[in-house]
């Protein structure tokens, strides 16, 4: 059974930064995407980072890129994003979730795949105040 289970939200104020992590149990798939996706009150769901597990690049949404980074130790089986100067407008509920696949895929195409992603956390609210 696969359970992802995040960690490390909480409040910051504007120009902080926040590490969250998501840890991943049961989830063996060599191919396919690991990624950060977020959903704000009233707002549709969209990713933020992703990362391909076949070849490990990654990518961004550009409302986030060049202040927030994706990266995964696979030895400990835990995903992280770093966030860095981060806005009022990013407040909202980051979500960990995985997609395996049969072939090798790019992290864009991961990105584009947000309803498609089989593996959920339970969320953990980030909350920035200006």
């Known amino acids: 059974q696969v359970q992802l289970v995040e960690s490390g939200g909480g409040s910051v104020q504007a120009g902080g930064s926040l590490r969250i992590s998501c840890v991943a149990s049961?989830?063996?798939?060599?191919?396919?995407?690991m990624g950060w996706f977020r959903q704000a009150p009233g707002k549709e769901r969209e990713g933020v980072a992703t990362i391909s597990t076949s070849s490990g690049d990654t990518a961004y949404a550009d409302s986030v890129k060049g202040r927030f980074t994706i990266s995964q130790d696979n030895a400990k089986n835990t995903l992280y994003l770093q966030m860095n100067s981060l806005k009022p407008e990013d407040t909202s509920m980051y979500y960990c979730?995985?997609?395996?696949?049969?072939?090798?895929?790019?992290?864009?195409?991961?990105?584009?795949?947000?309803?498609?992603?089989?593996?959920w956390g339970q969320g953990t609210q980030v909350t920035v105040s200006s």
């Open positions: 049961g989830y063996t798939a060599r191919r396919g995407c």
């Open positions: 979730a995985a997609l395996p696949t049969i072939n090798w895929v790019s992290s864009v195409w991961c990105l584009a795949r947000r309803n498609d992603y089989n593996y």
